[in-house]
């Protein structure tokens, strides 16, 4: 791993809000799927939430730009799956919504753990989502439609979770755990040797200050035994 790419992976993952997420319930086009992952990736969200009950849903790695590499989507068969495990980290559910009960995007505090919930593309957000929600929002529109694209919608909130949260400092600091980062300086930085410590069963080395890794004499040795280790540079 180059010292470039050490300090760029370093400077992405000190921005990570592991307190903000996107949950997305049975959208179901690749090109917004991708898109809204995309998104999450650009406001430092490292990991989002998606009901796939249809197990065609596929993303698109060109839409996504190389996100998907750096944002973990967790999948769910249900929204309340998909509700509960966001529960469970302690997270206000917001989902948009054009009724009388929503609020203007901007008047909910996103710097309180939160987790954004947007619905399908055509019928939009779900009874069963709605009933589990915190807050119901709206983004105000001055034309013909009463909606706009869900990775659209997404974008736009999503980015003023991101001003709240700067103007908060929540971004001054690195927020994930120290094993988190290890593990993804690991897995990004060295993607060979992390493929086969998957296939060794191995656990994964530390990354010093460096850049470097630091494993013992056997560890490297057992990831020798092959015949096809291949450090990167």
């Given amino acids: 791993m180059s010292p470039e790419r050490f300090e760029r992976i370093k400077q992405v993952l000190a921005l990570r809000q592991p307190d903000l997420t996107l949950c997305m319930d049975q959208v179901h086009k690749g090109h917004n799927l991708s898109a809204a992952v995309r998104t999450a990736d650009a406001v430092g969200i490292h990991e989002v939430h998606g009901v796939f009950p249809e ?22 068969r249900t929204i309340q799956d998909a509700v509960a495990a966001l529960r469970a980290q302690g997270m206000q559910i917001v989902v948009t919504n054009l009724s009388e009960q929503a609020k203007d995007f901007r008047d909910i505090d996103y710097t309180k753990p939160t987790a954004l919930l947007v619905g399908q593309e055509l019928q939009g957000i779900s009874q069963e989502a709605l009933d589990l929600a915190d807050h119901q929002v709206v983004i105000p529109m001055l034309g013909m439609v009463q ?52 296939r060794k069963g191995l656990p994964y080395p530390s990354i010093d200050a460096a850049g470097g890794v630091q494993a013992s004499d056997q560890w490297w040795q057992q990831m020798r035994t092959s015949g096809d280790l291949h450090p990167e540079p």
Wanted: glycine share 6%.
């Fill in 55 to 76: 197990t065609g849903v596929r993303m698109r790695p060109h839409t996504a730009g190389g996100s998907l590499n750096w944002v973990k989507v967790h999948r769910h």
């Fill in 147 to 198: 909606s706009l694209n869900v990775s659209v919608a997404s974008a736009l909130i999503l980015y003023e979770a991101q001003r709240q949260r700067q103007l908060a400092g929540l971004y001054q600091h690195c927020r994930l755990p120290e094993v988190e980062q290890q593990r993804l300086l690991f897995e990004r930085g060295y993607p060979q040797l992390a493929q086969q410590c998957k």
